[in-house]
Each structure stands twice: as structure tokens, then as C-alpha cells.
């Protein structure tokens, strides 16, 4: 079975903090893909990146980078010197193959707000 | 920005009518799906496209039908809504069944079931 965690339903943080959201997959599949997307209050999910099963070197852009573990099973997204701009719900999710094609399968999502 | 249009965006009605919410893409892409968004279960896929006329059940298909006539229209049908359907509905499109293709998003449409 697929299956994405994001134990972390909400975090709050001081602008300029760094934080840290946590992703834990579950899959039986050698070749797959992880995705973070970013909802912000305007309620539109965003693409923000992915990552194949075969690449463990860490990403960066700008502030954001992205941490994948195939030992921990894990995806973890870090966000530098936070902005206010940055609150959102941020999602991490995992795609499979499905006889009909790929499908895409969510963590719950994290509440991010960065105060002021 | 993808072309991903939902409507309506905001609807609320009354337990046991039925409502359809229509997706309508301007991006030729050939797999659309319906998700819908609840508090502590993230988004949950409801069904998908991979064709006109091709659709198949995701994990939560119960009390919920699609069509999908045209490329460009995906359709979403409760076909007797429940307080149980009060959610966020979702739709996405892909260009492609790669396990690396990102899905894009419309806007979502806020359903309320009284």
C-alpha cells in the first residue's frame, strides 16, 4: 500500500525562524516519484518540486530546500529565514503506478503560519 | 498558469438533491481527477480520467460518478448529496501517465451539504 505522513498538522513560527516539515512514505515500489506542493490561503495547490527514488541528493532553491532519505523513508522540507508570505499548507505526496497510469497519493498536510 | 476552471465555486444544498460540478480544461491534457480536501485526510482521490470516455474509481468513489464526454470537461456528480460530501472538491489535469508528471490544480469548489 502507498501511503504519505506528515505528522505535523500545524506549525507556528516567528518570522526569520527556520522550519523544518516532515514527509514519511510508505512504498513497496522501487521507482516512484515524491512532490511537495504548497495551498496557500488563496486555495490553490501549487507545484513546488520532485524528487525520483533513484536521486538522494539534496535540493535547493532559494530558501527552500528539500532533504530525501531512502534509509528513513523520508522527504523532509526546510524553509530558511521564513516569511510571512511562506503560511500555507504544504503537502507532500507520493506517485504510483496504477494499470491506468500514475496516481498521486497525499499526505495529510501541514499547517504552516509564520507570524510577524 | 494551467488552464483548470471549476464551477461553481461555491455551492451549498440540501441533503438527498444531486449537484454535478464541472472541470474544464484549456490545456489538451489527457488525465483529469477529482479530489476532494477534509481537515486530518489531506486530499483523496475520488476518480480519474484517462480518456474521453475512460474514467475509473480512486479510493473514496462511494456515491460519487464522473463523465467525461469532452477533453476538455470532466464532470462530478453526487448523485444524492450528504452531509458526509461537505468538503473541498478538487479538480487536477496531467499531460502524461509518467510516474514524474505533476498534476495541476483549478481553484476548487466549496461544497456544503445541509
Known amino acids: 500500500a502507498q501511503k504519505v505522513t506528515q505528522a505535523q498538522t500545524e506549525i507556528s513560527v516567528v518570522e526569520k525562524e527556520d522550519v523544518t516539515l516532515d514527509c514519511v512514505y510508505e512504498t513497496r515500489d522501487t521507482t516512484y516519484y515524491l512532490f511537495w506542493y504548497k495551498q496557500p490561503p488563496s486555495g490553490e495547490l501549487v507545484f513546488l518540486i520532485r524528487?525520483?527514488?533513484?536521486?538522494?541528493q539534496n535540493e535547493i532553491s532559494g530558501r527552500y530546500s528539500w532533504n530525501f532519505q531512502k534509509s528513513t523513508s523520508s522527504f523532509n522540507f526546510t524553509i530558511t529565514a521564513s516569511q510571512v508570505v511562506d503560511s500555507a499548507v504544504y503537502f507532500c505526496?507520493?506517485?504510483?503506478?496504477?494499470?491506468?497510469?500514475?496516481?498521486?497519493?497525499f499526505g495529510e498536510g501541514t499547517q504552516l503560519t509564520v507570524n510577524p | 498558469d494551467a488552464g483548470i476552471t471549476q464551477s461553481p465555486r461555491h455551492k451549498v444544498t440540501e441533503t438527498g438533491t444531486p449537484v454535478t460540478l464541472r472541470c474544464h480544461q484549456t490545456?489538451?491534457?489527457?488525465?483529469m481527477y477529482w479530489y476532494r480536501q477534509d481537515p486530518g485526510h489531506g486530499l483523496r482521490l475520488i476518480h480519474y480520467s484517462y480518456g474521453v470516455k475512460d474514467t475509473d474509481k480512486g479510493e473514496v468513489s462511494d456515491g460519487y460518478s464522473v463523465s467525461r464526454s469532452k477533453t476538455e470537461d470532466f464532470l462530478l456528480t453526487l448523485e444524492s448529496a450528504t452531509s458526509s460530501q461537505t468538503s473541498v472538491y478538487f479538480c487536477?489535469?496531467?499531460?502524461?501517465?509518467?510516474?514524474?508528471?505533476?498534476?495541476?490544480f483549478g481553484q476548487g469548489t466549496r461544497l456544503t451539504v445541509v
Open positions: 487536477a489535469i496531467s499531460q502524461s501517465w509518467a510516474l514524474n508528471t505533476e498534476a495541476f
Open positions: 505526496a507520493l506517485s504510483y503506478r496504477e494499470t491506468s497510469g500514475s496516481r498521486l497519493t
Open positions: 490545456e489538451n491534457h489527457r488525465y
Open positions: 524528487r525520483n527514488s533513484f536521486d538522494e
